[in-house]
């Protein structure tokens, strides 16, 4: 028994021994070069073209390995280059058995420091086919169970991507009719990938294909079969591709494009038989959440889509996301694809959106060149909005309220820092309205243009509306509040103008005004509009960004003045005072509400009027007890005739009082002074009327006391109700004083009389029309005989030396 396991054991080592030199044997001789030219024609009977090599050596093992130095592989007939490959080393393993019998069979090729060239020929042949010669398969060509590449690049002339890096790939099957498995590491214009495929047998002109290709934050999975050329029918491929935000921020370079910081960038389509491009169906390319903010402060995009059914139907694009508070939509819809492919920069394409924001809509259609970003593009916009103030989220400012708005424009600028609004057109429920504007949206909302409405309603709008009336027992002046954040947010140098505005309910007219908003400061200089009884002008400025707010106006009537009547009658007021007043007003405040702003007042403010009646009615509206005291006779149904009236009021602090205060006419004169803490709105008065009863002038001091809201009203304690001027009755024409009355009665006295200086101190320091100079009356004769005794008078005045009139 020992015996035969000794015999059995030393004919199994003799047999490996024989196997082990017979190898060896086999390998020194293809080393001698024995083999190479059964090699060289197993090599073209596996590859289907001519191969070329160097010097060739051996390496030793189960499986021989033969390496050849700079080895090349020839192209198809037509191809750019003779070779498809120039081999820097390639290795050929071969099988061992078949070579023990004689045979020369090739199992592994290695290509190491290769330069590979892939095209195709004018019937679209691809040149890595190698079906040309007898060992080929129809699923790619090779019987060689595994080929692997190394250090090597694969050139792609024509292509979007021109050169591939290839790391290690290995290209194998177990048998010749299994599909044919490619993995390994590509580097594409230097990203690191790594791929995993699977080509099956060819059937109907098309390969089955599954494929994987994984990069750093990309995915691109292929799923369908690969054509032997594009144009052959019956073929698809399912395309799905990923990046994330990093991947695709690094590939958009690379096809000529720059992109925002999107979140994910996802793409699915599929891609059939077309020539000279395949067709493409079924594409949806999704962008997820993008931070816009580098476009626009704010603006941050959910999610974004493009659709298209197939390459020659319009696109689709919708997205929607959000800036502030405000929620945005889009939907825009693109030429076809195929028209998009084709796009020259010559080219304009129309292009068809609409922009919502809630019940907000803007639609868009316009050309946009290729060559041009949308930037440059312009568009003819409308919109549609329910309320304007809809759209301050948008653009970050508090916006009024404006219903029913409707506008059209030739918009540019879309989706960068600044809108432009050409040929502007508005109309709402409150405000008619064309122009040209552009909004700066960042970094700072800025408004830039010129705006002209043919009406405007403030109290629509709710800017204009009247106060609400106030019991008595309550402050005169409103406390409303500035509207300070607004001008803080905001930029704007504008010209501005109104045919017709209406503001607390009552129409103004040609209001206009060149606005400037700087870093919170509002300037309207020059400020002008036409009041109910005449045009007014000036500047006013409000300063939101000092501490605390200040606020100026200045304002001045034009022309003859204020039509007083006019203005009675628009504000509703059934009769007062009848003529024409000059307006004056230089004030100053601070303050963030209108009764801070009084309670802090300086400047001045000044009413002067020459002419013109005073009527019962204004008397019996300020009050019955004061118009006693101040005409004692009344006022007949027609009222008194006006010489002048004349007020002006200096304020500092908050403290306003009258530097002139006379109203002077056939009555009389009523002069005195007027004290207003505007503070507190207590009011201190003392006037002085001078009222001629029966030629006898009876002056009668009243003061006032209280408030602005409740006024009290009371005769001087100790003043006397009437006295004398001049002389008793009984010596009234004889006596010295007398005739001196006559003397300066015929004489000549200053230009306009008591008036002129008051009417100069109203005007604050202007010049302006004075009254003529009027009679004196004549002291102790009626009123109603004056003219018969001024003609008496002039003739004893002329025959005492005085002048005549």
């Not at 390496?67 to 120039?86: C, K, Q, V, Y």
């Not at 390639?90 to 290509?111: C, H, K, N, Q």
């Not at 399912?238 to 793409?267: I, K, M, W, Y």
């Not at 504000?571 to 007003?585: K, N, Q, R, Y």
Request: contains cysteine.
């Amino acid at each position: 028994m020992k015996r035969g396991l000794r015999i059995i054991a030393l004919t199994l080592f003799g047999l490996v021994l024989l196997a082990g030199a017979a190898t060896i044997g086999l390998q020194v001789a293809i080393g001698r070069g024995s083999w190479s030219g059964e090699i060289d024609t197993a090599l073209e009977r596996a590859t289907g073209r001519t191969v070329t090599h160097g010097a060739v050596s051996v390496r030793f093992g189960l499986r021989p390995r033969i390496a050849m130095a700079d080895a090349t592989i020839a192209n198809i007939p037509g191809g750019s280059l003779p070779e498809f490959a120039r081999i820097g080393r390639l290795e050929v393993t071969l099988e061992l058995l078949p070579l023990l019998a004689g045979r020369v069979e090739i199992d592994s090729l290695l290509l190491a420091d290769a330069d590979i060239i892939l095209e195709r020929d004018a019937e679209g042949r691809g040149n890595w086919r190698f079906g040309a010669g007898g060992g080929a398969t129809a699923a790619g060509g090779l019987s060689i169970a595994a080929v692997d590449i190394e250090s090597s690049r694969i050139r792609l002339p024509g292509q979007p991507i021109s050169t591939i890096d290839v790391q290690s790939l290995r290209l194998a099957r177990d048998e010749p009719q299994d599909p044919l498995a490619l993995d390994g590491n590509i580097r594409l214009d230097g990203e690191a990938l790594t791929i995993a495929a699977h080509l099956g047998p060819e059937a109907d002109g098309a390969m089955p294909l599954q494929a994987t290709i994984e990069g750093d934050g990309l995915r691109v999975s292929l799923h369908g079969a690969l054509p032997r050329g594009m144009a052959d029918p019956g073929w698809s491929l399912a395309v799905e591709a990923s990046a994330d935000a990093a991947a695709a921020q690094r590939l958009a370079p690379r096809f000529g494009e720059t992109l925002p910081p999107v979140a994910s960038v996802n793409l699915t389509a599929h891609i059939g038989p077309g020539a000279p491009m395949p067709t493409v169906s079924a594409l949806t390319l999704r962008i997820g959440a993008t931070d816009l903010a580098t476009l626009l402060p704010g603006l941050r995009l959910a999610q974004a889509e493009l659709r298209a059914a197939n390459f020659d139907a319009p696109a689709t694009i919708a997205a929607h996301g959000h800036r502030g508070t405000a929620d945005l939509a889009l939907a825009a819809t693109l030429p076809s694809l195929r028209r998009l492919a084709a796009w020259t920069a010559e080219e304009t394409m129309p292009v068809e959106a609409v922009l919502t924001s809630g019940r907000a809509r803007l639609a868009l259609s316009g050309p946009v060149r290729r060559d041009a970003d949308l930037a440059a593009s312009v568009f003819e916009a409308r919109l549609t909005a329910p309320d304007f103030a809809l759209l301050g989220p948008i653009l970050g400012a508090d916006l009024p309220r404006v219903t029913g708005v409707t506008a059209q424009a030739r918009l540019g600028g879309l989706f960068t820092r600044e809108l432009r609004l050409d040929s502007l057109t508005v109309s709402a429920d409150a405000l008619e309205m064309t122009g040209d504007l552009a909004i700066t949206l960042a970094p700072r909302l800025a408004f830039r243009g010129g705006l002209a409405a043919r009406r405007i309603d403030l109290d629509a709008l709710g800017g204009g509306a009247s106060a609400p009336r106030q019991r008595a027992a309550t402050r005169m002046i409103p406390d409303i509040p500035l509207p300070l954040d607004t001008l803080r947010g905001a930029d704007a140098a504008l010209r501005l103008s109104a045919t017709q505005l209406v503001a607390g309910g009552t129409t103004w007219r040609d209001a206009s005004s060149t606005v400037v908003l700087t870093n919170g400061r509002l300037v309207l200089d020059p400020l002008q509009v036409t009041t109910p009884g005449g045009a007014v002008g000036g500047r006013a400025v409000l300063d939101a960004a000092a501490q605390p707010p200040r606020v100026e106006l200045r304002l001045n009537s034009r022309g003859r003045g204020l039509d007083l009547a006019a203005l009675r009658r628009a504000f509703g007021v059934p009769a007062g005072f009848d003529g024409s007043a000059e307006l004056a007003i230089d004030l100053r405040g601070q303050g963030a509400t209108s009764r801070a702003v009084a309670a802090s007042l300086s400047g001045q403010a000044g009413v002067a009027m020459v002419g013109g009646r005073f009527t019962g009615a204004t008397a019996l509206r300020i009050g019955p007890d004061l118009a006693r005291l101040l005409l004692p006779r009344g006022t007949p149904a027609g009222g008194v005739t006006l010489r002048c009236l004349a007020l002006r009021l200096s304020a500092d602090q908050g403290v306003a009082q009258s530097e002139a205060m006379l109203m002077e006419g056939d009555f009389g004169r009523i002069d005195g002074n007027i004290a207003i803490n505007l503070r507190d709105e207590t009011v201190a008065a003392r006037l002085l009327p001078d009222i001629s009863l029966m030629g006898v002038t009876v002056r009668a001091p009243v003061v006032i006391g209280g408030t602005m809201a409740e006024p009290r009203i009371g005769v001087e304690p100790g003043a006397a109700l009437a006295r004398v001027l001049g002389d008793t009755v009984a010596n009234r024409l004889w006596r010295s004083s007398t005739m001196e009355f006559l003397r300066d009665a015929t004489g000549s006295g200053p230009a306009g009389g008591a008036c002129g200086p008051a009417l100069t101190l109203a005007r604050l320091g202007r010049a302006g029309p004075m009254p003529a100079p009027g009679a004196t009356p004549i002291p102790l004769i009626p009123r109603e005989i004056q003219g018969t005794a001024q003609d008496v008078v002039r003739g004893i005045g002329g025959l005492l030396g005085g002048r005549r009139r």
